[in-house]
């Protein structure tokens, strides 16, 4: 387990979070056996001071760990990470400063009845808008693949998101209804993170063979496509979703090498502003000054884990989350180095994620290349 915990950031980032829930348990009723058994004011503020301090932690690590468990991360993502890790820090000095509460009491019950200063509250607010785009992550990931989001992880992010909502509520949160929240989320997801990251390879390497499984089905479709349609934008139009669609890729697009002047035509996108790309007619000089030039003229895969560190890679405007880039030069002959292919032009592939295309992604891709440069030399 420990082995685990530290070389896999989801496993890492659900301890935390639960430590976290943990911590807010144990000092919240610390402040209330505190009033309970008759302590001074001072102890229960202390308490409760500390469990408002392990509170307002909690919006950047759900936030975090939602994203790297759905591997949703995009650039204004990681930047909404950033600011809500900001706005918690600053909660978090507020409270140490003890300029967080304007009033605090706690019943001999244990029932808590507090006003927080408006600071406070508008860095609360800041931390549910957080939130807010944490459920919508998750519900976007769920839209775009339902098949691969564990419903019981999603709903325990959805609980806990709901917990920290209610902390605005006097009327609900004197009853600690979102520490429950918080416990009850942590139940739910345990189980299938504990499975999944933590006690059981096995399940790992199925999630292996179920994505190996996925591929060769691809590969299969769109085999089947390029047997049965004859017409060229429509084969093209069909394979670039059949792969988009199936990897769940940013954008993926099919240049074909233009024998006029010699240079790389879009003729087929889908993902990311599909239409709106192709409108541009988009030409990309045979050389090397692209990563898709690159491809064509070396006839070899040009396998790109961050764009944003290579010098090739230039930034476009309806495609500006890119951040890894896998370009596969479509030859009719095979990726030997013998040369003597005859080249007819580059599919492009573009995701969100940093080094997403993995050397076994790579070797699909590289069969879909092949299918696709065979079919359009029958055409």
């Not at 244990?110 to 808008?129: M, Q, R």
């Amino acid at each position: 387990m420990v082995v685990q915990l530290r070389h896999d950031a989801r496993s890492r980032l659900f301890a935390f979070l639960m430590t976290d829930v943990a911590l807010i348990a144990f000092t919240g009723a610390l402040a209330r056996f505190a009033s309970v058994l008759g302590y001074s004011a001072s102890w229960v503020s202390i308490f409760f001071t500390v469990a408002s301090i392990f509170t307002g932690t909690m919006p950047p690590l759900i936030f975090t760990f939602s994203a790297e468990l759905l591997e949703m991360w995009t650039p204004w993502r990681r930047w909404t990470a950033y600011i809500l890790v900001a706005v918690s820090s600053t909660a978090v000095i507020l409270f140490l400063l003890n300029r967080a509460f304007i009033s605090f009491t706690m019943d001999p019950q244990g029932y808590i009845s507090y006003n927080l200063s408006p600071l406070v509250d508008f860095l609360l607010a800041l931390g549910e808008i957080g939130l807010v785009l944490t459920l919508q992550l998750t519900f976007e990931k769920y839209r775009k693949r339902p098949e691969r989001t564990n419903n019981r992880l999603s709903i325990g992010i959805v609980i806990m998101c709901i917990g920290y909502f209610v902390i605005p509520v006097p009327a609900i949160s004197k009853y600690v209804i979102q520490v429950i929240m918080f416990a009850l989320s942590g139940v739910v997801m345990a189980p299938p993170i504990l499975q999944q990251r933590l006690f059981d390879p096995l399940t790992q390497f199925n999630k292996q063979l179920t994505r190996r499984a996925e591929q060769l089905s691809i590969i299969n479709r769109v085999g089947q496509q390029a047997n049965a349609v004859l017409e060229l934008s429509v084969l093209l139009n069909t394979i670039g979703k059949e792969i988009q669609q199936a990897f769940d890729y940013y954008a993926v697009t099919i240049y074909l090498l233009s024998g006029k002047n010699q240079v790389l035509e879009a003729k087929s996108a889908a993902g990311a502003f599909a239409r709106d790309y192709l409108d541009l007619k988009i030409q990309l000089a045979l050389d090397g000054g692209s990563l898709i030039g690159t491809a064509a003229v070396t006839r070899q895969v040009v396998n790109i884990a961050d764009v944003r560190e290579d010098p090739r890679y230039s930034k476009h405007e309806l495609r500006s989350n890119t951040r890894s880039e896998a370009s596969l030069p479509l030859l009719t002959g095979s990726y030997s180095t013998h040369g003597g292919e005859a080249l007819i032009g580059v599919l492009d592939i573009q995701s969100e994620q940093r080094n997403s295309f993995s050397a076994e992604e790579i070797d699909v891709l590289k069969i879909l290349a092949q299918q696709i440069a065979i079919s359009l030399e029958r055409i």
